[in-house]
T-cell receptor
């Protein structure tokens, strides 16, 4: 059972609003990730982190930002939401090294109207 | 170009029947291949991880195979249950970077009917 939690699960907000999606894991994993997934489509990496104070942009250009002040916490922030940001956002974590299981949260469904 | 292609896109089977899902990839250099199950509206859950030297791995009624020479993998589900209805995603990792970049397929949507 994965101990990685995302809030909120569902959110509808107006254009121009600032939103922070929360992600926490209690497994002590160094690596954390944010993916974006539209219905029926593949996951796209938008941010990742190797550890505290480490953040990198992923493959998909995103107007969001992330921070990693604590090992267990990896929030994603949109300063000014737009309808094009409507999507599912998945947080994940894994231990260091390749070939380790990546554990996903339940996802945050964001709708911008 | 590194890609992961899955087939079929969708599949409907009757409860109790077996099925096989396919995954072809062009990712190089290859590190590992993973199969995930994603229920509607939920996050993906890991089923199997296989490295270059492994050609089969089981997890209960799920059995994954890997042919690294032909760059193909399959996921076989035995005695399907209604709870198997989900999207099954093939993910291939390269070893060209420290991160081990992941390439995701679009998934096969499996529906199991009673």
């Amino acid at each position: 059972e994965a101990d990685i939690y995302q809030t909120p699960r569902y959110l509808v907000i107006g254009t121009g609003k600032k939103i922070t999606l929360e992600c926490s894991q209690t497994m002590g994993h160094d690596k954390m990730y944010w993916y974006q997934q539209d219905p029926g489509m593949e996951l796209h990496l938008i941010h990742y982190s190797y550890g505290v104070n480490s953040t990198e942009k992923g493959d998909l250009s995103s107007e969001s930002t992330v921070s990693r002040i604590r090992t267990e916490h990896f929030p994603l922030t949109l300063e000014s939401a737009r309808p094009s940001h409507t999507s599912q956002y998945l947080c994940a974590s894994s231990e260091k090294g390749q070939g380790n299981t990546i554990y996903f949260g339940e996802g945050s469904w964001l709708t911008v109207v | 170009k590194n890609q992961v292609e899955q087939s079929p896109q969708s599949l409907i089977i009757l409860e109790g029947k077996n099925c096989t899902l396919q995954c072809n990839y062009t990712v190089s250099p290859f590190s590992n291949l993973r199969w995930y199950k994603q229920d509607t509206g939920r996050g993906p859950v890991s089923l199997t991880i296989m490295t270059f030297s492994e050609n089969t791995k089981s997890n209960g009624r799920y059995t994954a195979t890997l042919d690294a020479d032909t760059k193909q993998s399959s996921l076989h589900i035995t005695a399907s249950q209604l709870s198997d209805s989900a999207s099954y995603i093939c993910v291939v990792s390269d070893r060209g970077s420290t991160l081990g970049r992941l390439y995701f397929g679009r998934g096969t949507q499996l529906t199991v009917w009673p």
